[in-house]
């Protein structure tokens, strides 16, 4: 199982919007909505913050939203801040008990 | 509070074995799955295998990098899900996290420890 694929680095200034893409194969990403997205700070445990495509856990800003369109999931966070500045990961279920994570992002705001 | 404690790391020679614990408190272990994620340094998150729970059978699944080399297990009666690393070459060498996931379904990884780390060096 083939790791998904995301953009190594994105980039935005405080207030714009940014988004992550996350593309899969029609074995993963294309057959399931149990997409998932989860925030990495340094030396910290991943966070979730979007799953099952495009909801969002209680306590996370409605500025972090999910979508889906064929074999690409997209993470968009609006009104950028400073604290966002991370590593973000994308996941998703991948048939027959399997899952597989993206390789990582890293969102710099500048 | 959800907590999940990993345990049991440390520094193991290629060839060598090693048994991860993952301690549970604050919520009805037995209806959950137990997944193992690793992070090499610097890299990112890869899935290495779950336990579901009994009402499923215990049924495990593994990622095929660790296939018939890692093998998890648990004891409800303690709240501890284990895993037991064999045959362990360099590549395995990652922080080891494990995370939940209700088994009816629900919100993937929602809580996770606060990770292990496995060396694997001559």
């Known amino acids: 199982q083939s790791a998904l694929t995301q953009p190594r680095s994105v980039s935005g200034s405080p207030g714009q919007s940014v988004t992550i893409s996350c593309t899969g194969a029609n074995s993963d990403v294309g057959s399931y909505d149990s997409v998932s997205w989860y925030q990495q700070h340094p030396g910290k445990a991943p966070k979730l913050i979007i799953y099952d495509v495009t909801k969002r856990p209680s306590g996370v800003p409605d500025r972090f939203s999910g979508s889906k369109s064929g074999n690409t999931a997209s993470l968009t966070i609006s009104g950028l801040q400073a604290e966002d500045e991370t590593d973000y990961y994308c996941?998703?279920?991948?048939?027959?008990?399997?899952?597989?994570f993206g390789g990582g992002t890293k969102l710099t705001v500048l | 509070e959800v907590q999940l404690v990993e345990s049991g790391g440390g520094l193991v020679q290629p060839g060598g074995s090693l048994k991860l614990s993952c301690a549970a408190s604050g919520f009805t272990f037995s209806g959950y799955s137990i997944h193992w994620v690793r992070q090499a340094s610097g890299k990112g998150l890869e899935w290495v295998g779950r336990?579901?729970?009994?009402?499923?059978?215990?049924?495990?699944a593994y990622a095929a990098s660790v296939r018939g080399r890692f093998s998890i297990s648990r004891d409800d009666s303690k709240n501890t899900a284990y895993l037991q690393m064999n045959s362990l070459k360099t590549e395995d060498t990652a922080v080891y996290y494990c995370?939940?996931?209700?088994?009816?379904?629900?919100?993937?990884?929602?809580?996770w420890g606060q990770g292990t780390l496995v060396t694997v060096s001559s």
């Open positions: 995370t939940r996931f209700f088994d009816n379904g629900g919100q993937p990884f929602d809580n």
């Open positions: 996941c998703s279920y991948a048939g027959n008990s399997n899952w597989v």
């Open positions: 336990m579901r729970s009994k009402a499923n059978s215990y049924a495990t």
